[in-house]
């Protein structure tokens, strides 16, 4: 990317754009999992996201060919299944947790690029892993007395997204981004489908049976809120896309942090949730601990939610 490209300003703003409209959209996950089906909403959000692909690619602006098929779809598995346990989540822990859960993923990744690449990393970026570390532990406040190991599954769900971040680079180097996207929303559809036939059909009634039920009532309002969540992604993902394509990565991937306040100002307007002291300060960790890292790093790991852009 050449200078005269590069402008941070509209590059800030497209991030901040993108990660308003993921926060304001996975605030309406409670709209679904009242009576719906985790599997059957990200079955039918799938076949909504491809219909939008499909008219993308109709128009000439793309191909969904991948150059090494099998590549996709292993970077798919693990992003994919980090998705499914984010979602899954969103239908019984505040929104905070779960985002400040997944926003650990870049400090798995620098773990992961230790432990099986052989690469080195500073004090600077040892110390943001702890402090990352540190900051998840404030925000999730196990209490020992009383562990729930579900306060837990967001950390797994960065797990997953940071090695489906290092599988990025590893595997699928020359892929297009609708390449990545079309296989990450491919691979969500597969589970959701086979999730409905697998999970039985005996669930609680409310928010604590979206995982377990197999289908839920398709009705007008639930096709509403499938495609609010499927147009929302996709708006999204592309602003977040724009943001990268218009600025130094290192810098754009700070801003991805700013989902940790979206998400957490819409689940306190829509669903009066609030975030304690405690849970706040651990934010400001693991945001800062994912900065540092972005900064120093030549090729920063993803933040958030999104398939790496122009990966």
């Known amino acids: 990317m050449n200078n005269e490209s590069i402008k941070p300003g509209i590059a800030a703003a497209s991030v901040l754009a993108g990660m308003a409209a993921l926060g304001l959209t996975d605030n309406f996950v409670p709209f679904i999992s009242e009576r719906g089906s985790l599997w059957q909403f990200h079955f039918f959000r799938s076949i909504m996201a491809f219909a939008v692909l499909f008219a993308i690619v109709g128009l000439g602006y793309g191909s969904f060919r991948?150059?090494?098929?099998?590549?996709?779809?292993?970077?798919s598995f693990f992003q994919a299944g980090a998705m499914l346990i984010y979602f899954g989540c969103l239908s019984v822990l505040p929104i905070g947790v779960v985002?400040?859960?997944?926003?650990?993923?870049p400090l798995f990744v620098v773990l992961i690029s230790i432990l099986f690449q052989g690469k080195t990393v500073g004090l600077f970026r040892w110390g943001a892993v702890g402090a990352g570390f540190v900051g998840a532990l404030m925000v999730i406040r196990p209490d020992p007395a009383a562990l729930d190991p579900v306060a837990f599954l967001p950390i797994c769900a960065g797990l997953l997204y940071a090695i489906g971040a290092v599988a990025t680079r590893a595997w699928c180097e020359g892929e297009s981004t609708l390449t990545?996207?079309?296989?990450?929303f491919a691979m969500l559809g597969v589970f959701g489908l086979i999730g409905m036939f697998v999970?039985?059909?005996?669930?609680?009634?409310?928010h604590a049976g979206f995982v377990l039920r197999s289908w839920g009532p398709l009705d007008l309002e639930m096709l509403f809120w499938f495609a609010v969540q499927a147009v929302g992604s996709l708006v999204g993902i592309a602003l977040i896309f724009r943001g990268y394509l218009l600025g130094e990565a290192s810098h754009v991937a700070v801003f991805e942090y700013s989902l940790l306040v979206f998400a957490s100002f819409w689940a306190w307007i829509l669903w009066g949730q609030s975030v304690p002291t405690l849970g706040l300060f651990g934010m400001v960790l693991i945001a800062l601990a994912g900065a540092v890292i972005a900064l120093r790093s030549t090729t920063p790991p993803v933040s958030g939610r999104v398939p790496e852009p122009g990966a």
Not at 99 to 105: E, H, P, R, S, Y
Not at 199 to 206: E, F, K, N, R
Request: charged share 15%; hydrophobic share 55%.
């Open 199 to 206: 999970v039985s059909g005996d669930a609680p009634m409310g």
């Open 99 to 105: 985002v400040a859960g997944l926003f650990t993923a």
């Open 180 to 184: 990545l996207t079309a296989g990450f």
């Open 66 to 75: 991948a150059k090494r098929p099998l590549a996709v779809l292993g970077r």
